[in-house]
């Protein structure tokens, strides 16, 4: 089990690497690297959220000792990558240029990227929110900003992230068959609101990685502006 966390995040960069050269378009792929570089820079927030949230053993047992780690920022790379172009690659889609200049809302187009971390820094700082909540939280804010500025990236931001919550649970799901009670050990239960669990995964790794896969879903083509053909 020591090396649970560090195996989980290899396997991701795995699965990264499978979706990301069997992406149908090349600008597919520069979304994966684009979403993915910026979303390695999550990694940083683990800070936030150890031992708050849990206190996974790491990699020379850096988590423990300086509350940042080698696999978070693997983990922040491939799921931020994989949360942005999954839907592309269920759909077999492609982009094309997206014009706002008749939409009003459009000039507002990085109001999702900058409420988003302001939000969460603001939760974590002035709340006593544990982080995994004030990240779910900040989260879906953004994703509904998206979705008010950018009305066609609604559908994406629905089904993407609801396919990258159910591959972000079967993924989990094979980790705790295989480390039984690895997440029960390392998260910090005593904290957390809720209590319940689903097949040894507790509801936070379920709101996380659904909240997480609608913003990300449209964070590229709202940035970009790119709409999908």
Known sequence: MYYAWFIWSLFLLILWLIIYTS???????????????????????????????????????????????IESFIFAFCIAGIASVIYEWFVKTGHESYIGGKNPNQKYRLSAVIVTPLLF??????????????????????????????????????????IFALFYFIILFILTTIYRDFLLTVLNISVLS????????????????????????????????????
């Open 23 to 69: 992406i149908f378009t090349e600008e597919g792929r520069k979304e994966m690297r684009v979403v993915s570089s910026w979303g390695a820079l999550l990694g940083f927030t683990q800070f936030f959220f150890v031992p708050a949230y849990w206190t996974p053993q790491s990699l020379f047992n850096l988590s423990a000792r300086f509350g940042l780690d």
């Open 194 to 229: 809720t209590g319940g669990v689903i097949a040894d995964i507790p509801w936070s790794q379920i709101i996380f990685p659904l909240s997480y896969g609608f913003f990300f879903a449209g964070v590229y083509e709202y940035t970009y502006k790119r709409k999908l053909l």
């Open 121 to 162: 820094l603001a939760l974590i700082f002035l709340t006593k929110t544990n982080p995994i909540y004030a990240a779910s939280v900040s989260l879906l804010l953004g994703a509904f900003t998206i979705w008010c500025e950018r009305r066609d990236l609604i559908k994406k931001i629905l089904v993407g992230g609801f």
